[in-house]
């Protein structure tokens, strides 16, 4: 399959777990996450109609995405992986969504960032719904707190939460904690759903779906 196909595949399946869900044509957005993938494959996908693109690291997306960018101004790029704070500054510059706000510590290097070069990317609150030691995300029962010190303390926007079910979990009860979530913070947006559960997600209220290899085929870290 190539990616043109691919993508259209995909949107026929979004636009039917919208209908599904009793949701309005086009309130799912998909990121295509194109991490490890070549700038040639960026480019196929942006020639079947994407402009809405997801990589988790900032200087790979720094090198792939630079003239990208420079010959497709609307495109829009996501920041879906663990930000560092001393990534802070290049991560303001280059993305237009941040989707991996979890501490204090990178909500104040952003705000300051933001300030600095007066351009604001929106922000999303990651959430580790599943409570993995080893991944990214603040607590669920801190997250109402946080986004709320986030605005009041940082002065920050906060558009939505993110979360990342752990793997081999059944991901519906993530996301419909990540719902709940986003409705008592007051967020309208919910990034939720990846190539094996999008279509799940949907039914559980994502906004944003994140998906990889469904488009661009089996990713291989080894050559990365
Ligand atoms: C890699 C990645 C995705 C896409 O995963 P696929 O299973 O390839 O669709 C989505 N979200 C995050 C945070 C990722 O790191």
Known sequence: MTISEALGRIRATIQGAEEEAGRSAGSVTLIAVSKTFPEA?????????????????????????????????????????????????????????????????????????????????????????GEEPQKAGIAPRETVDFVKRCREVHGLTIDGLMCI??????????????????????????SMGMSSDYETAIGQGATYVRVGSAIFGHRDYGAA
Do not use: C
């Open 41 to 129: 494959d960026v480019r196929a996908a942006i020639a079947a109609g994407q402009l809405i693109f997801g990589e988790n690291r900032v200087q790979e997306a720094a090198a792939k995405f630079s003239s990208v960018k420079a010959d497709f101004p609307s495109l829009e790029l996501h920041l879906i992986g663990p930000l560092q704070s001393n990534k802070a500054h290049e991560a303001v510059a280059l993305f237009d969504v941040i989707h991996s706000v979890d501490r204090d510590k990178i909500a104040a290097a952003l705000a300051k960032e933001m300030q600095v070069q007066g351009r604001f990317p929106k922000l999303f609150v990651q959430v580790n719904t």
């Open 165 to 190: 079910p752990p793997a081999g979990d059944p991901p519906a009860p993530h996301f419909a904690l990540l719902d709940e979530l986003a409705r008592r913070a007051g967020v309208v947006h919910r």
